[in-house]
């Protein structure tokens, strides 16, 4: 489940560099110099037509270079030509990236051709064949989901293995996208466990993004039910006869329950979320970036902020004031929260920060933040 | 990138900057490209590899040096723009990160202090009356002394940061940053401001395309005297 090398700068024993421990594979780093060129040279050759590979040979012979040395793009095109022929099972091929990467966190051509053999997967999903002999088995949603928590996985461990490591948070919010069609609950999910890494890694801005990336999604997503919701009960009003009962209701009941999101509340975590870590860890500009943008979503949330109704500058809130309203006296009646989200609970912590704080940076920051508001708010 | 690679902003920006050059260019080779671009910019302020993704400095510049060619800058957010990558420079270093929260990189003396010419040229098209007239929206001497103090290998060539080793790449960027920061302007409005004595002055680079003036105005003389290809395969 692990590679890496061994430094070893000599063979002193006559004995294979090879060493397996604990399902973790180690190769003495002397005979790089003699492997490496050897099976590159070999599959140069291949490629060239002057020497003949059969299939098998191939595999052992792509697989010993992607280990040594995953961004070799052509290691992954021969693979991917065995792929498509359908002698290789592309699951092997996850498999074989995720090793890499455990040394390699951030070789761009093993993330690239893990979204090519994922793709390849989910076009397979209603061709049987190759996709029953890794043992996924079960139905087509079942797969999907698999496959995508097993991407988070790897995305986590290779973020964890570099710092602000972009290509694995692209990979994952890639695979969100694609796989993961964006769902409440995806999203949800994703928000919940990347809440504690991300706390362990205050300087990670690639992990913020990923989070802003999910509350975007989540705001996103809230508007375009409710529209739907809304476009529904037109159809409905205007064609009772054409609506499929359960269809509509099944419907109608999945967006009713999407829309139950709580926004603010997930937006009022965010900034919690942001302040704490301010606090604690003085100085990481990543967490006021975060901050400052977390403000701003639910500034111009339709579904949010008390702010929205009394500023009133955008179009968007002018039009779906209403629903904020409501969505504003039910939060209001539900418990007394309204102070503790808002620019004036934003000019204390920051006057807080700025009375307590001995980090130069910290200090700049908090003043900038300062600025950004009164600015951005007029106040 | 290539038949069967990712697709990414770099290749929007590869493919503007050969076609502009020879004389290739047709609307219908870039039709949704500018459009698309500007959808890599994100809330940050800079643009990333691919919409959604994160604000980075390689990125931005190639989103917008292409959209400078395809004369469609403003599409961009170029406010948002302007603080992100003005943000970048370090305070302490003088020299640019990449993105937000990271070590400063002598390559994004390119990358990033290259995106302000093409900035300053946006913003004077659209009629600000606020720009400079001597120099660029970012700390020139600063910049200057991280690269001549910091990125210099003893044994020639440049580098990232102290510590790392001298490369082709980092050597490209840093020089290319190093005349960015010296020179602001063409022509009439042109102004030099070179640290240190005359030897460290570098010819001027052009800021879209980060090849001399000279060798820009040449290439694209010589594609315009070519009959221009036909689509039909011959």
Redesign the interface.
Known sequence: DEIGLIPCPEARYNRSPIVLVENKLGVESWCVKFLLPYVHNKLVLYRQRRQWLNKDELIDITCTLLLLNPDFTTAW?VR?ELILSGTLNPLKDLHLGKLALTKFPKS?ETW?HR??VLQQLIQENSLPSLVTKGNLGAAPVERIHRLVQEEMNVCSEAAGRYP?N?NA??HR?WVL?HLGKLTVKVLLDELSSTKYWVSMHV????GF?YR??LL?SLIGRTVTDSNVLVQNQIINEQNPSLQKEEESAGAEAACAEEQSVDLPRHLEEELELCTELIDSYPG???LW?HSD?TL?NSHHSPATSPMAQAMDVDGLNESSSKQGYTQETKRLKRAPMQDSFGPEVEYRFIDKVLSTCRDADQA?FATAYRKWLVTFLGQ | MHVGGEVDVRSAYCAASVASLTNILTPALFAGTAEWIARCQNWEGGIGGVPGMEAHGGYTFCGMAALVILKKEHLLNLRSLLRWVTSRQMCFEGGFQGRCNKLVDGCYSFWQAGLLPLLHRALHARGDTALSMERWMFHQLALQEYILLCCQCPAGGLLDKPGKSRDFYHTCYCLSGLAIAQHFGSGDLHHEVVLGGPENRLQATHPVYNITPEKVARAVMHFLQQPVPSLEPA
Do not use: A
Request: glycine share 0%; charged share 25%.
């Open positions: 095109n991917k761009p690239i979204r090519w602000s972009y948070w692209s919010i996208q300087s990670d801005h690639s993004h802003q990336f975007k990481h500009e990543t970036c943008e701003n700049r």
